[in-house]
């Protein structure tokens, strides 16, 4: 899921002095760091696959955490199949991918665990950074 205005906004931040980036770069990782954590508790478990199969590694020199789930059915748990389809507004235009082609009707309620996490640590960590953006340039 893509971010829209997000590669603007690393740009300029490459531009701050380098304390500034490296505290920056750290609420990022920790906020990676908190949506595994959160996302992998709120997991359904069975064999304990979906749970563990949730990661996150840096991009664009740590301005950027992709958090990925390696369940291949994550996204069926997430948001439910059949008539018990749940899809945040937000995410409606992410969730279409994985809708079926009405073959066969499975009625799996949604069980959400990755963006309940996301949501919460997404406003967070916005809130961080405005906060180290207004301590650091405001000396």
């Given at each position: 899921?893509?971010?829209?205005?997000?590669?603007?906004?690393?740009?300029?931040?490459?531009?701050?002095?380098v304390?500034?980036?490296?505290?920056?770069?750290?609420?990022?990782?920790d906020?990676a760091?908190?949506?595994?954590?959160?996302a992998?508790?709120?997991?359904?478990?069975?064999?304990g696959?979906?749970?563990?199969?949730i990661?996150?590694?840096?991009?664009?020199?740590?301005?950027?955490?992709?958090i990925?789930v390696g369940?291949?059915?994550?996204?069926y748990?997430?948001?439910g199949?059949?008539?018990?389809?749940?899809?945040?507004?937000?995410v409606?235009?992410?969730a279409?991918?994985?809708?079926?082609?009405?073959?066969?009707v499975?009625?799996?309620?949604?069980?959400?665990f990755?963006?309940?996490?996301?949501?919460?640590?997404?406003n967070?960590l916005i809130?961080?950074?405005k906060?180290?953006?207004?301590?650091?340039?405001n000396?």
């Amino acid at each position: 899921m893509k971010v829209k205005g997000f590669d603007a906004f690393v740009r300029k931040l490459k531009r701050l002095p380098v304390d500034v980036q490296r505290e920056i770069k750290e609420r990022i990782e920790d906020t990676a760091d908190l949506i595994v954590m959160d996302a992998g508790n709120a997991a359904p478990v069975d064999l304990g696959y979906l749970k563990n199969s949730i990661r996150s590694f840096p991009e664009q020199k740590g301005f950027n955490y992709v958090i990925q789930v390696g369940a291949d059915y994550a996204a069926y748990v997430e948001f439910g199949t059949g008539s018990k389809v749940k899809v945040p507004k937000e995410v409606v235009d992410y969730a279409a991918q994985f809708k079926g082609k009405g073959e066969r009707v499975v009625n799996m309620p949604a069980r959400p665990f990755f963006f309940p996490a996301y949501f919460k640590h997404r406003n967070e960590l916005i809130r961080n950074i405005k906060r180290v953006l207004k301590e650091n340039l405001n000396r």
